[in-house]
Each structure stands twice: as C-alpha cells, then as structure tokens.
C-alpha cells in the first residue's frame, strides 16, 4: 500500500493549513503526493508549502502554457484521488459535474473504479444546508467515500457539525481505501432491465429492480476489486468507488458490452441484467406502420405490437472478451419451476452459453421479505449447490466461488449441499 499514487485537491477553506499535516504524513509513509489547489485554497496555503512537502509545485490552472492535458495525465497517474479541505462550493459544484478549473475536471476525468475520498470543512450551517447535503447524498452514489467531519467549535466560532476530521484520521481513510488485496481482479457487473422504447414516452420493459447488480458491485468493490457497474439507468448505483455506466435499450448494452470486454482484461462478468428476451419487431397504429420510439401515440389509437426475440448476449460475453480467460458469471430466473425444472434450465444453460457460474432464481419464491432474494449458485462441472437467503449473501459466496475459480487452493467456507 506505500508507493500509491495520490492526487491530493485543496479547496478553499481555513483547514487547508490543517490539510497540509495530512500531505505530510502521506509523503513520509512512502507515497507519491501531486497536489492541486483551487484558487480560492491559494488564499489559505502558498505553493512553496506545498512544493516544500511533496517535492512538485502544486497545479492550479487548467490552462496554464504547457501543461493544458495535464488533467488527463493526473487523472490517470492517480491511484486515488481526495478532495481535503473539501468546501461547500466544491462539494455542490462536483456533484453538478462542473468543470470550470483543474480540480473539477481532474474529478470528471479521473477513472472512476479507483477510490475518491472526499473530507469536508466548513461551518455548520452550511455543512447542514439541504443544498450541501444533496450533493453529498449525489456524490456518495456515484461513488466517493466521504470522510465524516466531527462536531465541535469551527474556525469561524460557530458550534456544530463541520469541523473538518484529524490528520491522523484522515491518513487511515486513505491508506484502508488503498488496501487491496493482492488477488485483486477486475469485474464487470451488468445490471437491471433493458428498456425498448415504443414512442416517446412508453416503454416495453420487465420488472428488474437492479438492486442485485448494486449489491453484488458494492461488495465486490468492498472486497478490493476493481468493478465497473454497467446498469440500466432505472436502476441503482453501487455506492462504492466502481465505474458507473448505463444503459437503456437491448442495443444500448450490446454495444457497451462489446466495447468494455473488448477494451480491459477483465478477470470476470456477472450477467444480473435483466436483458428483454423480446424487441419492437414492428408497430402498427390504425393500420399503419409506425417507427417505434418516435412521436408519442395519442390515447385511443388501435395500436398492434409484434415482438420479436431478442440474441441471448451471455451467449457470446466470452467471444467478444480480450481476455480468453474470462470467467462468466450467469442468471437464470424460473418461474415457479419444480427442483428438476430448475436444474434443467440451469444446465441447458451451462451448456448453451459455456459459463462457468449460474446463479438461479426462481420468481414464485421472491418478495416474501424486503431484501430476500432465495438464490443457488451452481458450479459447471459441480453439483454441489450453494444456497444463499438474501442478496448480501448472495455477493459473499459469489466472492468466494469467483475466489475459487480463480486460484482453486483457496480454502472455501461456504456449506455447500450436494
Ligand atoms: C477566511 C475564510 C475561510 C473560509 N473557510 C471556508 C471553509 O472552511 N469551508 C467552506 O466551505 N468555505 C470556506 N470559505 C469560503 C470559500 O473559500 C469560498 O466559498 C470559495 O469560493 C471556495 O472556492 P473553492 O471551493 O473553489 O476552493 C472561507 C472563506 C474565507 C474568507
């Protein structure tokens, strides 16, 4: 974990000072600091301070001669990125996604599976502003970990929560945010439900919450890996530092598929998404053809739809993969299927899509309690199935068998029933 890479971003607050213990502390374990202050954080903190800890003059200005692409190279340099001090007008305007100066384009175009922390300091009415706390709620689904502030006396004598976390603090956040594991792979999960448009305001689409992908992302990036969450834009984010992505359409996520497996080596993909076994084959409105997605259909309108089926794209994962190895990861939802109904799927399965996991479900067990989500996790070539009750057990032993697959002398603790 010494030897990261870390982009450290001030902002202008009084506890810019403070944030320099931090600075210092991360250079003498061993890190490699670059800093980068906004211009309001130059009133607080000269660049020779700065120069003087990390050895590199601070950047500042998006269009300085000579260093205009230096966001991008930062960006990608950074194993992590963390916004300390971070004030109430850079939390509001990182999470408009504004980038008017280096520090907000470094935080759009930083590569969004490596950890973003983010240390408040501020006064407290403008810690609790809804305005403040919006952003934070944003930020924290797209991913940043926020490093609480602590309550007490601020710079500017008012009590309350804003004052900004102890250098000590600080310095533990950022190296467990580095902690990863040595085995740490590289995962993509898909997530939710494909939506085909039918006009502009309808859609034909299936009940997938997306809440397993969430889960699944969330604990995997939890785990060390590194996770890109490809999900339906109805569904939910992960929470945790993975990059984000959606879809909407059938073709929306065969084509992100075909792009991200074909550009990274990814170690494993974890079908969730619900994808529509059916597309708009045709639309016809008072007898007349219609072009589907188009303009809204006036109610009362004699509307006939002809479905057509939809390619299975966990059928072809592997073939559009860089990485040879791929481990694919599938779901299988049955509908009220006998135990032997259900194998058999999962086995045409095996064999139709050559994956090495399905995780089956069956519809007539779900919704008996929030968060229950009655799974097995079926091995190729394994007959022993593992049971999970819910969906946070459902990622730990998913975790494990991904574990397995990957370095078979791995010592399992899951029950598995034969
Ligand atoms: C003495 C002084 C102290 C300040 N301290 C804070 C602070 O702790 N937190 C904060 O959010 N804003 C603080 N501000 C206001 C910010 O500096 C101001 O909103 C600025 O526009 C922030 O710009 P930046 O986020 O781009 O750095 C302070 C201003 C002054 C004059």
Known sequence: MSGSNILFVLTGSIAAAKACAVVSALVQRGHRVRTVITAAGLQFVGPATLEGLTGEAPQTDLFAPGTALDHIELARWADLTVVCPATAHSINRFAAGLADDLAGALLLARERDRPLLIVPAMNPAMWSHPATQAAVTR????????????????????????????????????????????????????????????????????????????????????????????????????????????????????????????????????????????????LWVDGVEWPPGGAKLDSGRNVLLELRPQPK??????????????????FKLTDGA?????QAAVDTLFKRARVDVVVHNDNAQRGAAPGQFPATIHRRGDSAVIACADRAELAARLTEVLELIANPSTPSSHAALP
């Open 139 to 282: 930020l924290r689904e797209w991913g940043a970990r926020f490093v609480a502030p602590g309550a007490g006396r601020t710079a500017c004598g008012e009590v309350g929560e804003g004052r900004m976390a102890e250098p000590e603090e600080i310095v533990a956040v950022i190296e467990s945010a580095l902690a990863r594991p040595v085995n740490a792979r590289r995962i993509l999960v898909t997530s939710g439900a494909t939506a085909e448009l039918l006009d502009g305001v309808r859609v034909l689409t299936n009940t997938s919450t997306g809440r397993t992908g969430a889960e699944l992302a969330r604990h995997f990036a939890a785990a060390g890996h590194q996770v890109t969450l490809l999900r339906a834009a109805s569904a939910p984010a992960a929470g945790a530092p993975v990059a984000d992505e959606t879809f909407v359409s059938f073709e929306d996520l065969d084509r992100a598929l075909t792009r991200l497996l074909g550009a990274a080596d990814f170690d494993a993909v974890v079908h969730a998404a619900a994808v529509g076994d059916f597309g708009i084959g045709s």
């Open 338 to 342: 006998t135990a032997p109904a259900a």
């Open 313 to 330: 794209l966990v059928d072809t994962l592997r073939e559009r993969s860089r990485n040879p190895a791929l481990t694919v990861v599938a």
